[in-house]
């Protein structure tokens, strides 16, 4: 089984930055590829990015395009997402998740963590 912590969220201000990480564990090194999702109140869950574990292909929403940056670091079994330019609307809790080699659909789950933009 693998297990998805994330961490970074908080408080920010409009057009500040935040930081938040996901790290694996367990069977990690199977996995092909690692997203981010997120829910603001009262909204459906939103696609924000993903990134494959080997090759470092990276995929954006529109709406996020140009000021998020996902990253990855294997030797720590780490996947990152670098917020500028943040926005009232990217107010949401933010969820790593998780596909296996071999899977189509993601299979594993964080807890979230909560962002907040101020403004």
């Known amino acids: 089984q693998v297990q998805l912590v994330e961490s970074g969220g908080g408080l920010e201000q409009v057009g500040g930055s935040l930081r938040l990480s996901c790290a694996a564990s367990?069977?990690?090194?199977?996995?092909?590829?690692v997203g981010w999702f997120r829910q603001a109140p009262g909204k459906e869950r939103e696609f924000v990015a993903r990134?494959?574990?080997?090759?470092?292909?990276?995929l954006y929403a529109d709406s996020v395009k140009g000021r998020f940056t996902i990253s990855r670091d294997n030797a720590k079994n780490t996947v990152y997402l670098q917020m500028n330019s943040l926005k009232p609307e990217d107010t949401a809790v933010y969820y790593c998740?998780?596909?296996?080699?071999?899977?189509?659909?993601?299979?594993?789950w964080g807890q979230g963590t909560q962002v907040t933009v101020s403004s």
């Open positions: 998740a998780a596909k296996d080699r071999g899977s189509v659909s993601y299979g594993y």
């Open positions: 990134i494959t574990w080997s090759g470092g292909s990276t």
């Open positions: 367990g069977r990690a090194f199977s996995l092909h590829a």
